[in-house]
């Protein structure tokens, strides 16, 4: 039961994400998380993704991945439509050209040595 706590807070906040694809966690949300233990962030959040060394504190980067479904203007572009004869360029450019599928969002926190959320950021594509 006391796993499941600490997934619950980070189920809502990453369905929150989901909601808001294009934004995720909002920084004023994570700026709570400033000056609190870092130890509550990992109970409520769970290991983060990957941890780095900055200087005296660490960093503790939390990543949220986000497939988009969504397809470029090129993705179903009639290549018999283009203008100027361009045709065959478009058509090239159809067959080239794949907008991004997979997008990586983090979220960082940085640690002094007494264990202290001293600093938050977000970073988006």
Known sequence: MRVLRGLVPLALALALAAGCASSGIRPEVLQTWVGRPAATLEKDWGPPTREVQ??????????????KST????????????????????????????????????????????GTIVHSAVRTP
């Open 54 to 67: 900055d200087g005296e504190t660490r960093i503790l980067v939390y990543e949220e991945v986000e497939r």
């Open 71 to 114: 397809k470029s203007a090129f993705d179903n572009a009639d290549p018999s439509r283009a203008r100027g004869g361009y045709g065959m360029a478009q058509l090239t450019a159809n067959e080239a050209y794949r907008s991004p599928t997979v997008y990586v969002r983090s979220y960082l926190f940085w640690v002094n040595r007494e």
